[in-house]
T-cell receptor, first 114, second 112 residues
């Protein structure tokens, strides 16, 4: 499998619970991105890693959100104390090029907060 | 500030018609890249094209063509002889460094 893999594909949780999503990028890609997409909107940038270093974070990434990429391979995105407004598709993408390279996206993890 | 506007929310055409998806962008940077992505019902965004700000040559790839006009800050996408499989949401995006901004997307429905 050479694509970006995300799991779980769908998560339903109750408000206040914590959730974690995992992303496995294309193996030779050193850059990894997290985006959030809500219905009828384009993806919104959340954060970006180059290898294990988290180099950029959007203002959209509140204190309840944390992302890691401990060994420069897979990444996790954790949302603590989920709120209904967190319901969205969380997309992971990877790239091997510099900042202007095309991104290769996974199929996303859909979060529904009840 | 960077911004991408896709004014067409939804477009519906009949198979074999040509269709153009509009994209207008705003940026103060002189170096930037523009992209088009396709998001089929399965949800995975598929890269279609990348164009840098210094290359205004139009590009054709099969039934797809792209028209980049810096003077009007537009990067429009045309599908010739549309097919049902072209039905998807199409996103235009603008990237400077590691910040890729997407438009809201245009949902294209191609009816048989």
């Amino acid at each position: 499998d050479t694509g970006v893999s995300q799991n779980p594909r769908h998560k339903i949780t109750k408000r206040g619970q914590n959730v974690t999503f995992r992303c496995d990028p294309i193996s030779e890609h050193n850059r990894l991105y997290w985006y959030r997409q809500t219905l009828g909107q384009g993806p919104e940038f959340l954060t970006y890693f180059q290898n294990e270093a988290q180099l950029e974070k959007s203002r959209l990434l509140s204190d309840r959100f944390s992302a890691e990429r401990p060994k420069g391979s897979f990444s996790t995105l954790e949302i603590q104390r989920t709120e209904q407004g967190d319901s969205a598709m969380y997309l992971c993408a990877s790239s091997s090029r510099g900042g202007f390279g095309e991104l290769f996206f996974g199929e996303g993890s859909r979060l529904t907060v009840l | 500030a960077q911004k991408v506007t896709q004014a067409q929310t939804e477009i519906s055409v009949v198979e074999k018609e040509d269709v153009t998806l509009d994209c207008v962008y705003e940026t103060r940077d002189t170096t930037y890249y523009l992209f088009w992505y396709k998001q089929p019902p399965s949800g995975e965004l598929v890269f279609l094209i990348r164009r840098n700000s210094f290359d205004e040559q139009n590009e054709i790839s099969g039934r797809y063509s792209w028209n980049f006009q810096k003077s009007t800050s537009s990067f429009n996408f045309t599908i010739t002889a549309s097919q049902v499989v072209d039905s998807a949401v199409y996103f235009c995006a603008l990237s400077r460094n590691n910040d890729m901004r997407f438009g809201a997307g245009t949902r294209l429905t191609v009816k048989p």
